[in-house]
């Protein structure tokens, strides 16, 4: 996983591999997951993966990271309290995160006279 998420150090900013996996082992430090740092793609969790996905947008140098439905990303998150406290986490350079759940406030305000654009 640290080749995944220092890509884009190397390419977008020369930064040399060992550099750039050193700051993906950092981030992956600060939410507990340094335990996937050499694991592939396969061998990990959606959770795991999730993570990845997430601390590699990071890297790049966009302002806004758009989540959509985390729910589909991660089944199995009963609690969404703890991945949004470890998305403040990681966010260090205080990008704008956008969460977008449709499916979950579709089900919680249906009956109601608000709408849901899709």
Same mark, same amino acid.
Request: some cysteine.
């Given at each position: 996983?640290?080749?995944?998420?220092?890509?884009?150090?190397?390419?977008?900013?020369?930064?040399?591999?060992?550099?750039?996996?050193?700051?993906?082992?950092?981030y992956?430090?600060?939410?507990?997951?340094?335990?996937?740092?050499?694991?592939r793609?396969?061998?990990?969790?959606?959770?795991?993966?999730?993570?990845?996905?997430?601390?590699?947008?990071?890297?790049?140098?966009? +302002?806004?990271?758009?989540?959509?439905?985390?729910?589909?990303?991660i089944?199995?998150?009963?609690?969404?309290?703890?991945?949004?406290?470890?998305?403040?986490?990681?966010?260090?350079?205080?990008?704008?995160?956008?969460?977008?759940?449709?499916?979950? +406030?579709?089900?919680?305000y249906?009956?109601?006279?608000?709408?849901i654009?899709?």
């Amino acid at each position: 996983m640290y080749e995944n998420i220092s890509l884009i150090k190397e390419v977008k900013e020369n930064l040399s591999r060992d550099k750039a996996e050193e700051v993906a082992a950092e981030y992956l430090h600060k939410v507990a997951l340094s335990h996937i740092g050499l694991l592939r793609v396969s061998q990990c969790t959606a959770r795991e993966i999730f993570y990845t996905m997430f601390i590699r947008a990071l890297m790049s140098k966009k +302002n806004s990271i758009l989540i959509v439905l985390p729910y589909s990303l991660i089944k199995n998150l009963t609690k969404i309290d703890t991945l949004i406290k470890n998305i403040e986490i990681l966010n260090d350079k205080k990008k704008n995160i956008l969460l977008i759940d449709t499916v979950t +406030n579709e089900n919680r305000y249906k009956g109601y006279s608000c709408h849901i654009i899709k």
